[in-house]
Structure formats: structure tokens, C-alpha cells
């Protein structure tokens, strides 16, 4: 055997042995408040993003099968050579409008969405570039922050403590003879459940001309008073110089991802961002999906006021149950617990019980701060939140 192969069998052993080894569950029926999973039974599903309940939903599936109808299954080419079509005009026109931008443009994930606009604004920011992180951003901004400083040497990256708002103003003085310097954060982060400092990141951002990119993946759809995201959140809706985001979580629950900003930082993007350029581009079912995600969540609050609902009652359910939970605008509430393996072992112990919700530990979170994370949906009826409330009382 050549050495590649032992080293794959070598690190998926070292993956078992310290218990990181994760196993695909398979599920049998549409992602909804509910689902089977394949040797484990029906489950409340707690741990999915599609936030408004839209992954499954009639209209959301019926405007996609009528897209893939109308537009067929593919581009069959990326979007320069001949793979752009009206359904991207009319997602992106949409999506510009939600973000309150000039423009937007779409990926096939959100992945290649940071991807994208990173590494491109860090090349055209030359010999005077620097990114600067907060430390619990996505791993895709970090890997897109890596890849940028592998293609212009020259740009540099500072990380500041997590939300940690003198830190990020200390770098910003300390750096102010950098030209162009670009702040990036997540707007809400995922693990934890919290959400940005957008107000003062972006104050701050204005003040030391620095540009502010923030990714609201998990966002979007879900915080704001109309469900703008987490700029709605902070009262900067407008004011944020550009957004990424997925379709994958509460757009409908499909695939794709976006940047939306002025129009020549989309144009530079059509131009030379090389996820757009040399990969296909969205099909139209996906397309079609999220443009009714859009449309739906858009058309009134009811769903994002079903989700807030949803929130405070399995919030008030697990503190009253003795958990330790973070209030917040999110969906996501973190359960910490401290060890990996006693986060795995809830997690199991909960399956068996018949709700589906992800313990995570060591690497994904820092060691000792492993936890469940319990995602909550708008279409989850209180009967789902009782019944799992039911199962976290017997942990
Ligand atoms: C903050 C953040 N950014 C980006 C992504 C990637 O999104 P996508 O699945 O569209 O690639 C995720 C998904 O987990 C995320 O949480």
C-alpha cells in the first residue's frame, strides 16, 4: 500500500479513538418539526437550521419543481459563459432588496460565497490589505481569510477576542497606516447562539475606514423585527457594506449562498471571484425555492413570530428543568456541558428518547466547552417542545 492510503487509515483511527468520529444518520422522511431516522425511529428534530420551517414546506417545494419545470435541471455552465439566467436576476433583485443593498449575487453555497469575497478583496487590496476576524467566526471565513493571504502575499489577518469590542478598536488604531482594511464577523455565531456587536462593529468600522463584511447565514429570516437579520437587530439594517448569507437554513432550506453590497464590489465579484467563475452556477429548483422563501417570509411576520414563540417556550421549558441556557434573538440555544464525551452521551441517551438534537465538542467548540445545541424552528407545534422538554427532564 503507498503511504497516502495508511495515512487515511491512520487519521479516520485517530478520529475514532478520540471519540470524533461521526456517524451519518440517515433520515427517511422531508426534514420537518419531525422526521425517522433510519434504525433510531420517528424523532423531534432539534437540530436542523431551517428556522422557518420552510425546507419542506408546499409552496416553497411547489415553486421549486415549477422552476426545475420551466428553466430544466441545471445551467450545465457557470455563470460568465452562458449560465445565467432570468431566476438569477429575479433571486438576486430579491435578495438585494432584503439586504437593503445596491446589488447581489449568488453562489452555489455560502461556503463559496466567503470564499469568494475575501480572498478577492484581499487581492485587490495589494500591498496594503488586512483582514480582521472575530476569533469564533465560521469556518469558512477562516479558510476564505487563508486562502486570501496565499494569493496576496502581501495582505495580513489579526483575530480579535470573541465580541470583544475595545480589542477590534485596538487593532483598528494599532493598524490605522493599512490601507485597506476589512472587518468581517458572523452575524449571529453559531455555536453559541449570540449575535454581533453589529451597532458598535459598524460604528467602529466607519470611524477607522475600515469595510464591514457580515456573514448572517444563521441570521437572516430569523432576527429583526421583520426578519432582516441581525443588522434589522441593531439598527443598522442599510448600513452594513456587505452581507453574505446561505439559502441552506432559513431561505427555504435548499443550497446557495449570496453576497450583497454596492454594485461594483458585485461586479468585481462577477468578475474575478473564482467560486463564481469556475463553478456552476445555482439551478433553477434551488433558485426557485429560495425566491418563495423570500417572497413568504416577506409577505408577513407570522412565521417569525411563531419562531420567537417557539424560542421563549423551550428556553423557559429547559431553565425551569435546570439547564443552563442563553437568552438571545437567536434560535440557536447552546446547553453547556463541559466534556465531549458527556455531550455525546446526552445526545445518544436524547435519540434514544426520541428527540434528535447534536452534542458537540473538541475541535468544532474549545475544549471543555462541549455542549447540545438545541435549534428551534417555526414549525415546531408545542406538542414537539413538550414532548422534547419530556426527554431533557429524563436526562
Ligand atoms: C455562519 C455560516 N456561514 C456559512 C455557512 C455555510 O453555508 P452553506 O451551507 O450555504 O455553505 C454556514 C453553515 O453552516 C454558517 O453557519
Redesign the pocket.
Known sequence: MTHIWQAVDQDLETLRQAGQYKRLKNLTRPMGPDSTIEGAGDVIVLCS?DYLGLASDPEVTAAAIDAQKKWGAGTASVRFICGTFDYHRVLETQIADLSATEDATT????????EAVLPTLMAAGGDSVMAISDEL?????IDAIRLGRQINKSAQSKVYKHSDMEHLEQLLKDHASIRNKIVVT?????MEGDIAKLDVVQRLCSEHGAMLIV????GVGVCGPTGKGVAEHCGVHGKIDCL??????ALGGA???YIASRKNLIDLMVQKSRPQLFSNALPAATAGAATKAIEILTRDNTRIEKLRENVHYIREGLKSRGFETVDGPSAITPILLGETSKAIAASKRLLELGVFVIGFGYPVVPEGTARLRVQISAAHEKHHLDRALDAFSKL
Open positions: 437550521n453562489y452555489v453555497s455560502c461556503w463559496n460565497a466567503n467566526n465560521h469556518a469558512s471565513i458572523d452575524g449571529v455565531f453559531s456573514d448572517d447565514s444563521h453574505t448569507g446561505t439559502l441552506g437554513k443550497a446557495g449562498g
